[in-house]
């Protein structure tokens, strides 16, 4: 089985500062991915990132980066310089093959607000 | 990019009624789709898996007769809430799978469904 864990529920800062969201992931698959979303008030899910299980190098993506470790089974995202529109729901999402089908799951989420 | 449309985007419908969701991917075959549920700051859970042209297959404790899932092209799904009643007012979200298994998701934007 997958799981996935976000223990921070709500983190508050204020702007341009950095923030961290930490993710820690299990699954028994040596074949899986990793993902980041960005949930505005909208709704609607915005795809930040992608990482397999065979690739650990980290990642910039000008304000994000991404760290994965596997020996801690961990995906954290970091936001440099908070913004305002940085503010939203933030899942971090576990692929491993579940059955016949590859299943997207989902920790729970973190609410991000950025204070001006 | 890989496109998913879903419509409506937001339904009221009366107690009792049943209510038809549509997700239809647009420039990409979606071998199989995914349908979420996400009740107001909750995570996203999986109800059910459907490949096209076979029975979806639906997650421990999701009502398949309520839940009615259609996956009949590769283009397009549907989710029909069957009787619905003021408890199956979420926030529902198909996501579409094309054919490269778990390399990618794409979501679409959701429906808002209140049943009163």
């Known amino acids: 089985a997958q799981k996935v864990t976000q223990a921070q529920t709500e983190i508050s800062v204020v702007e341009k500062e950095d923030v961290t969201l930490d993710c820690v992931y299990e699954?028994?698959?040596?074949?899986?991915?990793l993902f980041w979303y960005k949930q505005p008030p909208s709704g609607e899910l915005v795809f930040l990132i992608r990482r397999n299980s065979f690739d650990e190098q980290n990642e910039i993506s000008g304000r994000y980066s991404w760290n994965f470790q596997k020996s801690t089974s961990s995906f954290n995202f970091t936001i440099t310089a908070s913004q305002v529109v940085d503010s939203a729901v933030y899942f971090c999402a576990l692929s491993a093959r579940g059955g016949s089908n590859y299943k997207l799951t989902f920790g729970k989420g973190t609410l991000l607000t950025v204070n001006p | 990019g890989a496109v998913v449309s879903q419509h409506p985007s937001w339904v009221i419908c009366k107690s009792g009624t049943s209510v038809k969701i549509e997700c239809r991917s647009l420039d990409f075959q979606a071998t199989t789709m995914f349908w979420y549920r996400q009740f107001p700051k909750q995570s996203l859970m999986l109800m059910a898996t459907?490949?096209?042209?076979?029975?979806?297959?639906?997650e421990q404790g999701v009502e398949k007769d309520k839940f009615l899932i259609n996956h009949a092209s590769l283009t397009l799904s549907t989710l029909t809430v069957t009787s619905a009643h003021p408890e199956d007012s979420s926030f529902y979200i198909c996501s579409a799978s094309g054919g490269r298994g778990h390399y990618g998701y794409t979501f679409g934007s959701g429906t808002r469904l209140t049943v009163v």
């Open positions: 459907s490949n096209e042209g076979s029975k979806a297959t639906y």
């Open positions: 699954t028994r698959d040596t074949t899986y991915y």
